[in-house]
């Protein structure tokens, strides 16, 4: 069975800093994409950042940009996204997102709060 662990959510002030990160574990075979989505209260869930495994390419929505940065251990089947300068408006609940095997899978969500 598939698994997505995020880990790395918790509370930071404005300006401030956090790492979030995903491991997928089981039998994943072969990993294409992994990205970060985040949901805001009383919001749908919104696209934050993603990379092709094979390549490394990288997508970030505009807000994140300059801000944001993801990157990914291939051995450790692992995605982390670096926050930096962080807003209030960046509160979230924030799922790790995979393309494994060709099937799409989610995390359980990590919280990520920013106080002004």
């Known amino acids: 069975q598939v698994q997505l662990v995020e880990s790395g959510g918790g509370l930071v002030q404005a300006g401030g800093s956090l790492r979030l990160s995903c491991a997928a574990s089981g039998r994943t075979f072969s990993t294409n994409y992994m990205g970060w989505f985040r949901q805001a209260p009383g919001k749908e869930r919104e696209f934050v950042a993603g990379i092709n495994w094979n390549d490394g390419r990288t997508y970030y929505t505009d807000s994140v940009k300059g801000r944001f940065t993801i990157s990914r251990d291939n051995a450790k089947n692992t995605v982390y996204l670096q926050m930096n300068s962080l807003k209030p408006e960046d509160t979230a609940v924030y799922y790790c997102?995979?393309?494994?095997?060709?099937?799409?899978?989610w995390g359980q969500g990590t919280q990520v709060t920013v106080s002004s």
């Open positions: 997102n995979a393309d494994l095997s060709g099937r799409s899978y």
